[in-house]
């Protein structure tokens, strides 16, 4: 085999294969599940709920930073 059929050869098994890897997702779609809310949204939570007391407090007059109030 010369060298140009050898190399067109070669690339055109890149190129398949490049083909096949880019399709695969399209071709056998991988199933997924939903999980239990991340850990992080329970902390994000208090965290608003502390502001929300706190915002609470200062509109009744009731404020422990003498800065805000």
Request: hydrophobic residues 45%; aromatic residues 4%; charged residues 15%.
């Amino acid at each position: 085999m010369s060298t140009d059929k050898f190399t067109k050869v070669l690339l055109a098994a890149i190129a398949t294969a490049l083909w096949m890897i880019a399709l695969n997702p399209w071709l056998r779609p991988i199933s997924v599940t939903a999980q239990g809310s991340p850990p992080e949204l329970g902390g994000i939570l208090l965290t608003v709920s502390a502001i929300q007391n706190d915002l609470d407090r200062i509109q009744r007059g009731v404020c422990r930073n003498s800065k805000l109030c």
